[in-house]
């Protein structure tokens, strides 16, 4: 037999040993035209040319520095928004090799997000962390490390409290305000202004549930109304009504307080504003929150529902667009109050469901949330001067979601992958190290689900999970950071999450930082 024909066969034989025994590799077989993307892909120069345009705006940046004072400091937190989420909701708006608005910023970094008693931490201990620049304990607010969760004792000591950058800004005669589509009272928008061992002592209900006193432990809902800092913030945009009123009373929507004190904390935001002679406004819709900038108000409390507000893509499925501000609506109505001031102002805004919808396994949602948020940080580009504003756009912790497989370029990334696992069945493009999609991957008597005639538009699906677990846990991986504005060059690099209010402090020259 001739060498060439020996050869051949060789190929062929390891050809077909690597099919058998490594099926992954099929999807190294070449793409068809349908999977190409972008033409111009093919060719070397579109690369070349790409990189030289990325480097003229590096050297650029070297050149131009913005070496100001940041006037006005905004912080964006996607909460649960991990380096998978921002790679799958560009695949999600059309195409991976897009850009997010805030991923377009000059510098980029990685923050550390472990808490002092856990290497995966929750929204309540990075709050402290990214907003005070302490870390503390897993469920603790605005205390440091001393403080253990549930402690009812420690957690009224002031000396163990920590000081929020919402602090040194009101310290400086700047205003302040949050956003959030959580309640206000909620884990990150918390951090802003309160001091607890329990996140979850929203209403003082559930510090007693917990045997405490609710009356020597102030619960975050009082802690807004009446504590220094909560009480000087000049917006509060988001939901949670029901931790403001009596359990005998209902909100505009017919729903029942949480509260068992008898108290209604939304009049006496009121009443306490006006005996402060300052002029202020409750608003519990999208209307009256519009109306607002024909009012002549420098305290805004808006609270658009009685728990969490709705997905952003509910607004519109459930036809409460009208009346529930979306995320990107509350921030312009904020930026529009907090730009009155001659000193300037510390904005926080949290897309806080993206983290939501990833307990749930409900990718889809996840993707509209982000999206969401990426319009938010549009919304506030729009409306400020990069000369004197500082954004950074951040996450308190990552999520076990993963983009799995050799999906093609066209693939739907909420979607199935081409090509079928080892058991002969399909599997998705996102999965879950762990989560309530459990129940949706196997079956307790046959094994793994088939999924071929599942339905993926729908927002409420949940995705694959390979461990049981009635909520997925946030991961351990560290976070990105993307900054925009007045030393916005402080923000490269791979750090802890506590340097964050530091950087952003030393840029406007506040607090411990304005030297």
């Given at each position: 037999m001739h060498l060439f024909m020996l050869l051949t066969l060789a190929a062929l034989a390891v050809g077909s040993r690597i099919d058998e025994t490594h099926p992954h590799l099929n999807h190294l077989k070449s793409n068809k035209?349908?999977?190409?993307?972008?033409?111009?892909?093919?060719?070397?120069?579109?690369?070349?040319?790409?990189?030289?345009?990325?480097?003229?705006?590096?050297?650029?940046?070297?050149?131009?520095?913005n070496l100001n004072k940041a006037k006005n400091v905004i912080l964006f937190l996607g909460d649960g928004m991990s380096v998978h989420t921002l790679t799958a909701v560009r695949s999600y708006m059309g195409d991976a090799s897009k850009q997010l608005v805030f991923e377009k910023f000059p510098y980029v970094g990685l923050s550390k997000t472990f808490c002092v008693d856990k290497q995966v931490p929750d929204s309540a201990s990075t709050a402290t962390a990214y907003l005070s620049g302490v870390k503390g304990n897993y469920g603790t607010i605005g205390v440091n490390g001393q403080v253990p969760r549930f402690d009812c004792d420690l957690g009224q000591d002031k000396s163990l409290h920590t000081e929020s950058i919402a602090k040194w800004a009101q310290d400086a005669g700047k205003k302040t305000g949050l956003v959030t589509t959580a309640r206000v009272t909620h884990a990150s928008p918390a951090g802003v202004y309160a001091h607890t061992a329990n996140r979850e002592w929203e209403h003082d209900g559930k510090i007693r549930d917990n045997g405490c006193d609710s009356v020597a432990n102030v619960d975050i809902a009082r802690q807004l109304v009446e504590w220094d800092v909560?009480?000087?913030?000049?917006?509060?945009?988001?939901?949670?009504?029901?931790?403001?009123?009596?359990?005998?009373?209902?909100?505009?929507?017919?729903?029942?307080?949480?509260?068992?004190?008898?108290?209604?904390?939304?009049?006496?935001?009121l009443k306490r504003k006006?005996?402060?002679?300052?002029?202020?406004?409750?608003?519990?819709?999208?209307?009256?929150?519009?109306?607002?900038?024909?009012?002549?108000?420098?305290?805004?409390?808006?609270?658009?529902?009685?728990?969490?507000?709705?997905?952003?893509?509910?607004?519109?499925?459930?036809?409460?667009q009208d009346?529930?501000?979306?995320?990107?609506?509350?921030?312009?109505?904020?930026?529009?109050?907090?730009?009155?001031?001659?000193?300037?102002?510390?904005?926080?805004?949290?897309?806080?469901?993206?983290?939501?919808?990833?307990?749930?396994?409900?990718?889809?949602?996840?993707?509209?949330?982000?999206?969401?948020?990426?319009?938010?940080?549009?919304?506030?580009?729009n409306m400020t001067n990069g000369d004197e504003t500082l954004i950074v756009v951040t996450s308190d912790h990552s999520h076990t979601m993963t983009i799995n497989g050799y999906p093609s370029r066209n693939a739907d990334i909420l979607g199935l992958n081409e090509d079928k696992a080892a058991d002969g069945l399909p599997y998705t493009i996102i999965a879950y190290a762990n989560g309530p999609g459990y129940e949706k991957t196997f079956s307790a008597k046959k094994g793994r689900k088939d999924l071929s005639d599942k339905d993926f538009t729908d927002p409420k699906r949940k995705y694959m999970a390979a461990v049981p677990l009635e909520s997925e846990t946030h991961g351990a991986d560290d976070v990105a950071i993307f900054a925009q504005g007045p030393l916005a060059h402080y923000f490269s690099g791979n750090y802890l999450q506590t340097h964050l209010p530091m950087l952003m402090a030393r840029a406007a020259k506040i607090g411990p930082f304005a030297w």
């Open positions: 035209p349908d999977t190409i993307r972008n033409p111009n892909e093919l060719d070397s120069e579109y690369w070349y040319d790409n990189a030289q345009a990325y480097l003229q705006q590096k050297l650029q940046q070297q050149t131009n520095l909560g009480s000087q913030l000049n917006v509060i945009m988001g939901g949670g009504r029901r931790n403001f009123l009596n359990e005998s009373v209902v909100d505009e929507t017919g729903i029942p307080g949480n509260r068992t004190d008898g108290r209604n904390l939304i009049e006496e935001w006006e005996v402060e002679n300052k002029k202020a406004a409750y608003v519990w819709n999208k209307k009256d929150m519009e109306n607002l900038i024909s009012q002549d108000v420098d305290y805004v409390l808006g609270l658009f529902a009685p728990s969490h507000c709705p997905y952003h893509g509910d607004l519109e499925r459930l036809g409460l009346d529930i501000p979306s995320l990107s609506e509350m921030t312009e109505a904020a930026i529009r109050q907090l730009e009155k001031s001659d000193k300037g102002y510390f904005l926080f805004v949290e897309g806080a469901k993206i983290d939501m919808a990833h307990h749930d396994t409900r990718a889809r949602r996840s993707m509209e949330e982000t999206e969401e948020f990426n319009r938010a940080v549009e919304v506030a580009l």
